[in-house]
Nanobody, 119 residues
Framework: QVQLVESGGGLVQAGGSLRLSCAAS????MGWFRQAPGKEREFVIA????????YYADSVKGRFGVSRDNAKNTVYLQMNSLKPEDTAVYYC????????????????WGQGTQVTVSS
């Protein structure tokens, strides 16, 4: 059973930054999805188990970054230049490949954490 424990999130003003963390029970490809009210869940970012491959949604390129600490089995989502349209519940996800998450699916999910960006 893969366990994903998220932390971070909260309220921030537009233009600000936040960092989310997700600790996994093993080493997997990991990523983040988000779901805004009334919208479908969408892919945000993914990183391979080694950290050598990263995928980004077009909407976050140049603003969001992903990194991982494999000694801690933890992945970090650094969100900069936040916009009100980034407001959503952010879900940590894990799978065997980052490519599968870029395609929109994942085998394991965290509980989600709210990110709210005020204008």
């Amino acid at each position: 059973q893969v366990q994903l424990v998220e932390s971070g999130g909260g309220l921030v003003q537009a233009g600000g930054s936040l960092r989310l963390s997700c600790a996994a029970s093993g080493r997997y490809a990991m990523g983040w999805f988000r779901q805004a009210p009334g919208k479908e869940r969408e892919f945000v970012i993914a990183i391979s188990p080694s950290g050598g491959i990263r995928y980004y949604a077009d909407s976050v390129k140049g603003r969001f970054g992903v990194s991982r600490d494999n000694a801690k089995n933890t992945v970090y989502l650094q969100m900069n230049s936040l916009k009100p349209e980034d407001t959503a519940v952010y879900y940590c996800a894990a799978d065997t490949t980052a490519q599968s998450m870029r395609a929109g699916s994942a085998s394991y999910w965290g509980q989600g954490t709210q990110v709210t960006v005020s204008s």
